[in-house]
């Protein structure tokens, strides 16, 4: 199903980093070991890639029932097609909201959460409806 890819995908991604982290460090000076920075921002890049392709699979599922889970990640996958520019810079322009969040401990994380949800939920549904309307997938 669309979850188990979703677990696969994040356990590629932890698992390298988790490994050096447990062999390789044993002081927090060690955090800084170019290594480990490197590791940790493939396992970034690495799913923030996957989750611009698949993110919307969950909504898929939810709005289109009958679909096996291969045909609503590769119906995800062609939805994005085109869009996918538009959706990285929905998401780098959390990051000063991200940034506010931190720095008010996490209390700011209350308002950012739903709001972030909200605009990525918006922005599936015009994206259904516009590809709906000019060309059905």
Do not use: R
Request: positive net charge; hydrophobic residues 55%.
């Amino acid at each position: 199903t669309v979850q188990a890819v979703f677990v696969v995908l994040s356990l590629i991604t932890a698992v390298p980093g988790l490994i050096f982290t447990h062999t390789a460090i044993t002081t927090p000076l060690d955090l800084i070991n170019p290594v480990f920075i490197s590791i940790e921002l493939v396992s970034i890049i690495v799913a923030f890639v996957a989750d611009i392709f698949l993110g919307f699979c969950f909504y898929m599922m939810h709005d289109f029932p009958s679909l096996t889970s291969g045909q609503i990640i590769k119906t995800c996958i062609k939805l994005m097609k085109g869009y996918k520019k538009k959706l990285v810079l929905l998401k780098l322009s959390f990051i000063p909201l991200y940034l506010l969040g931190l720095l008010s401990f996490g209390l700011g994380f209350l308002w950012i959460s739903p709001y972030v949800s909200m605009c990525q939920v918006n922005f599936y549904l015009n994206l259904v409806e516009e590809k709906s309307s000019t060309n059905p997938f």
